[in-house]
């Protein structure tokens, strides 16, 4: 009789220690990532519009994946901050949408910090700073903001492009279209549809090398016309002042630099 219930007992004991390591298992895997992911690295999600080489596009011959000067420093700072990141292609309109309704963790996609968009999101620190330019074709004839006059001006959709048009056109009197990708804006100028467009000139410079028939010259006013970038985070995220902290120290240390330079090249 005793053995048998030092058996039950044994066993109770056996049943427990494993219900207990079963706990412990679930509760690590739980605790395992903001993102929703569960493999012990956390997973942080980035938004980003992949239609904007050197900041993040897909180069197409080589793989599918999204790589870019965007990327790379998202990467390196959550890799500090010990998350992971997993990279979804949104259009760039659809990207403050994206952070409000929770779809992703942060946007990195050469987003300019304006006050409008501050009013949904938060941003970090400006990381690279560019300027507006008139891109057309070597044909056009269009040499300054004032040449074009009676002409049709492509810009994308919901970018700070779109209202530096809507701003130049008070000025001069031009047809203003946008599209939702870059390439798309590319494509409408060697069609012909577009007499030009307004474009970020680092990327602008990128299209170039491969659309011989494109030029382009920058919008010469005063500094305030730059196109700064930041990271965009929810209102109130914690993630806000920690990826500041290490952009900041990338900042100091160089590792910035070395980005700037592997992806737009030396001179700046
Ligand atoms: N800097 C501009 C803005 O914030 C354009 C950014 C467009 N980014 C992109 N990935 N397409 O409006």
Not at 9 to 36: I, K, R, Y
Not at 81 to 99: H, M, R, S
Not at 113 to 138: C, G, L, Q, W
Not at 236 to 254: H, I
Request: proline letters at 3%; glycine letters at 10%.
């Amino acid at each position: 009789m005793k053995k048998w219930l030092s058996l039950l007992m044994m066993s109770m004991l056996v049943v427990g220690m494993l219900a207990a390591c079963g706990t412990s298992d679930d509760s690590a895997n739980g605790s395992a990532g903001e993102g929703g992911k569960t493999e012990g690295e956390k997973v942080l999600t980035m938004g980003t519009s992949a239609d904007y080489p050197p900041f993040e596009y897909i180069d197409t011959a080589k793989s599918e994946d999204i790589i870019g000067f965007d990327v790379d420093l998202a990467k390196a700072i959550a890799k500090e901050l010990g998350y992971e990141v997993k990279v979804q292609d949104i259009d760039f309109n659809g990207l403050i949408p994206a952070i409000q309704a929770g779809k992703v963790d942060f946007v990195l996609a050469g987003m300019t910090p304006t006050e409008e968009r501050k009013k949904n999101v938060d941003f970090s620190d400006i990381y690279y700073t560019a300027k507006h330019m008139i891109v057309t074709p070597k044909d056009s004839g269009i040499k300054t903001v004032e040449d074009l006059k009676g002409k049709t001006v492509g810009v994308q959709v919901g970018s700070i492009q779109e209202g530096k048009a809507e701003e130049l056109k008070k000025t001069v009197d031009f047809k203003v279209e946008n599209r939702n990708r870059i390439p798309e804006l590319v494509q409408e100028m060697k069609s012909g549809r577009f007499d030009a467009a307004i474009i970020e000139d680092t990327v602008a410079k990128g299209f170039f090398e491969k659309e011989k028939e494109l030029t382009g010259f920058n919008i010469s006013d005063a500094s305030a016309d730059e196109a700064g970038s930041a990271i965009a985070f929810p209102k109130e995220s914690k993630l806000t002042k920690d990826f500041n902290r290490v952009l900041n120290e990338m900042k100091e240390n160089g590792e910035l630099e070395k980005l700037i330079v592997k992806w737009f090249g030396g001179e700046q």
